[in-house]
């Protein structure tokens, strides 16, 4: 079955640490998402991607980073710089970007936690 | 404030019951996507419309383009229903979608 696998499910982080969110595609998707979840708040994109070793800054980009190496893969980095990294994080694809609307296929999400 | 709003925040059924969510948006859109999130936060697309009505099984999503608004109908409801219902707009002619901050449905057997 076609889908998006992020993993872990649960993530905790120390202090100081950089962690790295996985997710993979096996859907032949163009564009990868990266959304942060808040409660009492609406999803936030933090990154997204159009194609391959091309990405680009959402709305709260700063204190993560992504690579886009290969279509399958759209790894985000919550690096020590985000002061407030607890969140819930999804990982979306989409067959194509720009004007034609394709629906956005997501994850199961990970749970990331400060300890 | 949110360029899409929800209504309601929560909402409590008895099964059975015809459900409404609501959702309001600011300015033109070009696609409007209802989304359905389980308690273990995964998400799934139920729909995605720019004009009219869809139906799938127990589902309805309506959209009216002038008055900027869409309702999710649930009909028959049961408690396997229970989720956060999310509604999301390319708004304008951004490239990106803008989410609500969802209605947590419970419905009760």
């Known amino acids: 079955d076609g889908g998006i696998t992020q993993s872990p499910k649960y993530l905790f982080r120390k202090e100081g640490q950089n962690v790295t969110l996985s997710c993979e595609q096996n859907l032949n998707h163009d564009a990868m998402y990266w959304y942060r979840q808040d409660p009492g708040q609406g999803l936030r994109l933090i990154y997204y991607s159009q194609i391959v070793n091309d990405f680009q800054k959402g709305d709260i980009a700063e204190g993560y980073s992504v690579s886009r190496e290969k279509k399958e893969s759209f790894p985000l980095t919550v690096t020590s710089a985000q002061k407030n990294p607890t969140a819930f994080y999804l990982c979306?694809?989409?067959?194509?970007?720009?004007?034609?609307?394709?629906?956005?296929?997501f994850g199961d999400g990970t749970r990331l936690s400060i300890l | 404030k949110n360029e899409v709003e929800q209504s309601p925040q929560n909402l409590t059924a008895q099964e059975g019951e015809f459900i409404t969510i609501n959702c309001s948006y600011s300015?033109?859109?070009?696609?409007l996507h209802w989304l359905q999130q389980h308690p273990g936060g995964g998400i799934v697309s139920l729909f995605m419309l720019s004009s009219g009505k869809k139906k799938h099984g127990r589902l309805i999503a309506t959209i009216n383009i002038q008055e900027k608004h869409s309702s999710l109908h649930i009909t028959a409801s049961h408690p396997r229903d229970s989720a956060v219902y999310i509604c999301?707009?390319?708004?304008?002619?951004?490239?990106?979608?803008?989410f609500g901050k969802g209605t947590l449905l419970t419905v009760n057997p």
């Open positions: 979306a694809s989409s067959s194509s970007q720009g004007t034609s609307n394709q629906p956005q296929h």
């Open positions: 999301a707009g390319r708004l304008g002619g951004n490239y990106k979608l803008t």
């Open positions: 300015v033109g859109i070009s696609a």
